[in-house]
């Protein structure tokens, strides 16, 4: 009988320690179905975050470095920079990598390091119990924003993808979500690309996945969703920010004196 | 072997290089900087990498990742920055992961000064991070040795699978001395049980990991690391001594202040006064056999250092408290003179002058 869906070979067969109604089980998936097809699981070094995400590195059948909180971009950049054959990606939440990350973030990209960062946004703190993130939306009640997230004392949320589009390292700088079919087929659509800008030393990927946290923001799987879709979206919307390859291309055609799309 | 004049940062620099380190991530601070400046220069004509990091914290979590890939990496820092790293040399420590991590001294706390200083004993021996752990702490006290060590800080952080500090000052770094470079063949030991380089789809994959979410697990893990340091000590401690045979007085010192302490006793001998020299070259593991067969005819021990005595309580300890241990030092950047430590010698030989 022929296979016609199984498990990713680079995913682990162990079981997940993920909340129910957590993306992070999807987008897991999606990076390990982007290695398997491109056929790098044994020339790739993942790096894992502090967060929910810590235990990734049982879940990913490459091999595996667990960062400090904030700094798995600099740790992809030892491993990049040492080893320039390996393919190298770091998984990281969004209090790791759009707060005390956010230097090594910065830097990372500014500098074109050539890496991939799948960034998993679901604007609370989830492993330590649903705390204020630099990605809370205002008026969002969390554990340390129990009035809501006040800008005023608080300080407005980060946009992560916007920022960092404006620096010429990166190269493919793009917001994607997980709530719908056709979002989770753009999303791997996007992580392949960010694997492939790598292979082809494009500079800095980052794919945001817009992601739900059921435990946290007290809702059901189901409600998650359709809080994401009614109040996150809306906010952090979908789209590339920067692809470089668009870019040149449109530079390409209105040289040659054709539109540019 | 032809002697060239180097400072002691170009010097140890150029040892690295040749002792095979591929990688060096850093950020700029005085009094190490000429060492990041040479390595900027020669790495990439040389085969290897140079990073200039956003900040402390970046560099030697570059230094986790390149080291993670079985890579030899090293970073160097003066004071404040070894503090901004302690969060990664936990982490490094804590997974195991051999480097090279080069401090050149300055005064401290806080911004304290750029001039040269050994106030950063205890952070060395006895507090990089928290949790239990150790690092190998090698303190040379000439630009010769600088290069001798880098090699050994190596192969030792190979060996044993743990970071090494190289524990040198602003003296040091900034001084120029005649060295030679051997021919260096530095030993490499097999990575490849460990090292998070790809799977290449032929074994299980490889974890740099410092997490043990179970404590029992936590513990199994710190009390092997503990096994393997039990073996450091037994086997890496390592000491110069000097006139030590008769000493009456013995002096402890290490790194650039010993020189000071060596002309002192040399000094000391001319007037008839039996004092000789103690320097531990391994700070961790602190070489207290050889301080105990170096003091047995010793009356009084006296530790001279670059700061407010931060080596007396391992001195003591060594010695199990049986001979007296007096302190003689000055911090802050100011380097004490023979003849400070000379009046010293006299005071305890019992007759001040």
């Given amino acids: 009988m022929a296979v016609k869906f199984q498990r990713p070979h680079a995913l682990c067969d162990v079981r997940l320690h993920y909340c129910a109604g957590c993306t992070h089980g999807i987008i897991h998936r999606l990076v390990a179905e982007v290695i398997d097809e491109m056929g790098i699981e044994g020339d790739t070094v993942g790096v894992c975050p502090v967060g929910c995400s810590v235990f990734a590195y049982n879940y990913f059948n490459c091999d595996m470095i667990e960062a400090p909180h904030g700094r798995a971009p600099a740790v992809a950049t030892g491993v990049k920079r040492a080893r320039p054959d390996l393919n190298v990606f770091t998984y990281q939440g969004d209090g790791d990598l759009a707060a005390i990350g956010t230097a090594e973030t910065v830097h990372a990209a500014t500098r074109g390091e050539n890496i991939v960062v799948i960034f998993v946004n679901n604007g609370t703190y989830g492993m330590t119990g649903g705390q204020m993130a630099p990605t809370t939306l205002p008026g969002q009640v969390t554990t340390t924003s129990p009035y809501g997230r006040d800008p005023r004392t608080a300080g407005y949320p980060i946009h992560v993808c916007e920022m960092l589009s404006t620096l010429d390292g990166t190269a493919l700088a793009v917001r994607t979500a997980v709530d719908t079919v056709p979002h989770i087929r753009e999303t791997k659509k996007m992580i392949r690309k960010a694997f492939e800008n790598q292979q082809k030393g494009n500079g800095f990927s980052i794919v945001e996945v817009l992601s739900t946290c059921p435990s946290n923001w007290g809702l059901t799987p189901k409600e998650s969703i359709k809080r994401l879709q009614e109040e996150c979206i809306p906010y952090y919307p979908l789209g590339i920010y920067k692809d470089v390859e668009i870019a040149q291309a449109n530079a390409d055609k209105l040289a040659m004196g054709g539109a540019a799309k | ?353």
């Fill in chain 2, 1 to 353: 072997m032809e002697k060239v004049l180097m400072k002691g940062n170009e010097a140890l620099a150029e040892a690295a290089i040749r002792a095979g380190c591929k990688c060096f991530f850093g950020y700029p601070i005085t009094p190490q900087t000429e060492l990041s400046e040479y390595l900027s220069k020669q790495m990439p004509k040389r085969g290897g990498v140079f990073l200039q990091a956003e900040s402390e914290v970046a560099a030697i979590n570059m230094v986790l990742g390149a080291g993670g890939t079985g890579t030899r990496v090293m970073t160097s820092s003066s004071s404040p920055g070894i503090s901004l790293k302690s969060e990664g040399i936990s982490y490094i420590a804590g997974s195991d992961v051999p480097c090279l991590i080069v401090n050149v001294e300055r005064g401290g706390p806080g911004l304290g000064s750029i001039q040269p200083s050994q106030q950063d004993y205890w952070q060395a021996t006895k507090g990089l991070g928290h949790g239990d752990f150790r690092l190998i702490i090698l303190a040379p006290n000439s630009v010769q040795e600088v290069v001798n060590l880098v090699v050994r800080a190596f192969e030792l952080g190979e060996k044993y699978r743990m970071p090494v500090m190289l524990l040198s000052d602003g003296l040091l770094g900034q001084m120029m001395e005649p060295v030679e470079f051997p021919e260096i063949k530095a030993e490499t030991a097999d990575n490849s049980s460990w090292a998070a380089c790809g799977t290449k789809m032929q074994r299980e994959h490889h974890i740099v990991n410092s997490l043990y979410i179970e404590a029992k697990d936590l513990e199994e893990q710190v009390k092997a690391r503990y096994e393997r340091y039990a073996v450091v000590e037994a086997n890496e401690s390592d000491a110069e001594c000097y006139l030590c045979d008769d000493a009456e007085i013995v002096i402890t010192a290490f790194g650039a202040c010993s020189r000071i302490a060596k002309s002192a006793v040399n000094k000391a001998r001319a007037e008839g006064i039996k004092a000789g020299l103690f320097r531990p070259i391994t700070l961790w593991p602190f070489p207290k056999q050889q301080l105990l067969d170096a003091t047995k005819n010793a009356k009084a021990v006296l530790s001279v250092e670059m700061n407010m005595g931060q080596m007396v309580d391992d001195v003591k300890l060594a010695l199990d408290c049986k001979i007296p241990v007096s302190f003689f030092g000055r911090t802050g950047g100011v380097i004490p003179s023979p003849n400070e430590v000379l009046e010293e010698l006299r005071k305890l030989n019992g007759g001040a002058q």
